[in-house]
């Protein structure tokens, strides 16, 4: 398969992964902070997604990222070596349109992921404030797919900083995609920045 290809498929999954109502063999509270993250984070989108619709869900969708997403760290990494390059009033416009461009393609997606189920598993403390969320996506027409959670606790409570499907990691497939925007275009993050706003108006 293209990695071009596989990268979009990740992607998509990535975004129904937190769409998704928890069926915990054991209770994700009983599992510590970074499982309990996990299950209401999935537990308030699929509220989410029952209730609301259109401009009220991507406001609520975009309120889950703030949340749950340690967004800042997510988006200093997926942004690489071009991180020292932007300016601060670069990198605060970047950080802005990035988590309204995934707030608003995760509102228009979450729809096809109705009636998907995710089983929390194991908790393994990494060290340095870092835990890995085992979990299944149990599909009802195809087999179950392997998801990881990393979440870290910098003092501001547990934040999910990367979500990795089948191993694959979302942080890194978004700094690929960006690393690639930004070399075929001119080799400045400046168009990077002025497309995630134009796509969180679509």
Known sequence: MPSSVHRRIVLRLAAGAA??????????????????????????????????????REAGIRQVLETSFDLNYMGRSALGVHWNQATPEQRERFLKAAASAEAHAYAERFGRYAGQTLTVGRVMN????????????????????????????????????????????????RRSDFNSYIQNHGGKVESLIDELEARAKR
């Open 19 to 56: 769409v998704i109502a928890v069926a915990a063999g054991q209770a994700a509270a009983d599992q510590g902070p970074a499982a309990e993250l996990i299950q209401q984070t999935a537990s308030k989108v699929i509220e989410l997604i029952k209730t609301k619709t259109g401009e009220a």
């Open 126 to 173: 990494r060290g340095n404030g870092i835990s890995i969320v085992d979990s299944k996506l149990n599909q009802s027409d195809g087999e179950p797919i392997s998801i990881q959670w990393e979440v870290r606790n910098a003092g501001q409570g547990p934040r999910i900083v990367d979500v990795k499907i089948e191993g694959v990691s979302m942080v890194m497939t």
